[in-house]
């Protein structure tokens, strides 16, 4: 992963003025991509009706 990080950052580094032109885009493009890849946020907490400990309390 260092290696690709390096390799990123040499070809930012050298591009720049291209990607640069990009940026509107790219952003736009991140938006649904987190969506995508973050999920739906709190999916860890169902509480599950009806469990042995619910009837004891």
Do not use: T
């Amino acid at each position: 992963m260092a290696v690709a990080a390096i390799a990123a950052f040499a070809l930012l580094r050298e591009h720049w003025s291209h990607v640069a032109g990009y940026w509107p885009y790219l952003l736009l493009l991140l938006c649904p991509l987190m969506h995508l890849f973050h999920g739906h946020g709190g999916h860890g907490d169902h509480q599950h009706h009806g469990s042995e400990n619910d009837k004891k309390n």
